[in-house]
């Protein structure tokens, strides 16, 4: 297509929006549209693409709109010009008229009876679907969990097991000198203990509002609250600590251990079977081997300290019959979880015993889930004495050590957004025993039916990395922008980038 510019009537067309003043003067001489007749984006661009500019007229006593082929592809912002995709485009799967990833358009100026047009073409260019693993930090100890800092800065949290969180810049691989939070010394780290969890209230911005999972000194495990300092936002003032819920454990393994806000807002906790008791999966009266949901912005319990949250009216056990906290049940050692941000659901890596291990998923809104530990480890009877049918995992793996397999499952993300090409849409998880890391298409995962291990995509051999080796992958991290990370628990940190 090539670009033409003439002076016409008023066009009938598609307008996407308009605005309007023929009182305003008008500047001198015809309507005429200066903006560039072609631009090139890469593919999953969601921002502008294309601003229309005017000489003539100005944005503010003229009409804009969009005619031609892939007009209905694109969102027209009149007040600043400014042009996006409706979608952001595949280049893989373009939806232009002729598929060719050259999206064409007319935008149509108009002022009074004065008008002007341009065609425009927008080129779709392709991003590599290559991955590779990039080192940005080292020198951790016992890494566990990562997270953006969720301050617009770039760099990211990394939650040790000893008490500590440090500030990472993974663009230049420095670690802040001084810890984000420390509790070093004052909790319990024995086994599988420690600082394990971290989440941001939905109102941190203005609240200055984070919650952790940790174990006590006594070994309970306990969610707090804690306010950022005021006079430092790279610091956390301990002495605004709230112990928001405190339950006893059985034993310093299956702690679980990750927390993170659903798109309720309501606080969603991974809790262990505690591994002294594996039929404790199966007493709702305690908190042990489930998912619990909570609402911390009450308080049902004001004569105990140590349960500072309120119930949610829809908990499947709210008004009795079961712990009221508990979400979903039956679950033996949820390890790391994540919500797909396009559809709230909960995916969750649970640890298996001898056999199996899982991922499991509970449906956005869905609750009262039983996952059947330990009446079954996966799909395979354990214990099972019979009783109602259990929710079985959306995929499982058998222990070995072959590409598709392993011995401990570390749950991971569901890619979207702005995360790497060639990961969008997939389940990104591995496993810390074995160090595979996989992937898996989220539209294969359907709740009620299981996938196994053989319809994994092994990416060891890609994901290689420049320096060092992912050897116990112990937590899969999205930073503030949407990028996704590795972290191993020998003190690595990988981020997943593009391949030049």
Known sequence: MTARLIAFPVLAGFALAACSDDSSPAPNGPVTITSAATATVSENTTGPVYTVALSGASLSNATLALTGPDAADFDL????????????????????????????????????GDSAMLDVDITVADVSDALQARRVGTGFSGPLFLAGKNDG?????????????RILDPDTGTIDPDPFLDLSGTISTASEQG?????????????GTLYIYVNAANTD??????QISASDPDTVDLTTEDVIMRFAQTAGNHNGGWIGFGPDGFLYIASGDGGGNTADARDISNKLGTILRIDVTGDDFPGDDAADYAIPADNPYATGGGDPAIWAWGL?????ASFDDATGDLYIGDVGQNRVEEIDVIPSGVGDVDFGWDRFEGTLAFNDTGGPATTSPVLEYDHGTDPDEGNSV??????RGDGPEGLQGLYFFGDFVRGNIWTVPVADLTPGSTLFGTNLTN????????????????????????GVYIVDFDGDIFRIENAP
């Not at 952001?88 to 598929?99: K, R, S």
């Not at 080796?469 to 899969?476: E, R």
């Open 77 to 112: 912002h009149a007040a600043s010009g400014e042009i996006s995709f409706v979608t952001a485009p595949d280049f893989e799967l373009p939806v232009d008229a002729d598929t060719d990833n050259i999206y064409e358009f007319t935008i149509t100026a108009t002022r009074g």
């Open 153 to 165: 800065t770039g760099r990211v949290l990394v939650v040790q097991k000893g008490g500590r969180i």
């Open 195 to 207: 600082l394990l969890g971290l989440a941001f209230a939905p109102d941190f911005a203005t609240s």
């Open 221 to 226: 495990s306990e969610i707090r609250g804690y």
């Open 332 to 336: 033996r050692n949820p390890y790391r």
């Open 410 to 415: 570390t749950g991971g993300v569901v890619v």
């Open 459 to 482: 990416r060891n051999a890609e994901l290689t990395p420049d320096v060092g080796a992912i050897d116990n992958p112990s937590a899969f991290g999205r930073d503030d922008d949407g």
